[in-house]
């Protein structure tokens, strides 16, 4: 069982709201550091995966640096994700299968849980050599914001899309 290395591993986000006044969709990003990390691998492929993401530890990409924290502290407020009562998110594999003629080398199903709301999901994954060292990546996977109860319905957010890298 290898255990990431937690300062360079970081789960990446981008989240889009359609704006009404210009007609367009809007976005932001960034990404959220890990508080735990574990990949079991066995000939390059994973047996087992478990990912803690530690929602305090949220940064944004593409504001000025002055803007940046108001919409972090927004998005950790009881508006977004709450982080007072659920200051985690986490997701554990329950199968991971190997993947043939395919850019990614496996799919990872398990389960995810954020708000407390739990629920299953697939997604694939592979391993790259970054650096000399192995970096498991996730392919950009979408959440939907409403039924983890991190988006109000009605808002005009989309879901939300995510990608993991685990160093």
């Known amino acids: 069982t290898n255990a990431p290395d937690l300062v360079k591993s970081h789960v990446e986000w981008k989240g889009t709201k359609f704006d009404a006044k210009q007609g367009k969709d ?12 574990k990949v079991k691998l066995k ?19 593409d504001l000025p640096a002055d803007m ?4 972090i502290s927004h998005l950790q407020s009881a508006d977004f994700f709450d982080i007072s009562l659920f200051p985690d998110a986490t997701f554990t594999s329950t ?16 389960n995810i849980k954020i708000k ?11 391993i790259v050599d970054v650096e000399g060292k ?14 983890f109860g991190f988006i109000k319905p009605g808002g005009g957010y989309k879901d939300v899309d995510f990608r993991v890298q685990l160093y």
């Open 68 to 71: 940046q924290g108001r919409l």
């Open 116 to 126: 407390g709301v739990a629920k299953s999901i697939s997604v694939k994954g592979h």
């Open 43 to 61: 000939n390059n492929t994973p047996e087992a995966v478990s990912v803690t993401v530690d929602l305090s530890k949220m940064t944004n990409y």
């Open 134 to 147: 192995q970096m498991l990546e996730s392919e950009k996977f979408q959440l939907s914001g409403e039924e």
């Open 26 to 37: 809007k976005w932001h990003n960034g990404k959220v550091d890990l508080k735990d990390a």
């Open 95 to 110: 199968k991971i299968t190997k993947l043939k003629n395919d850019k990614f080398q496996f799919i990872m199903e398990g």
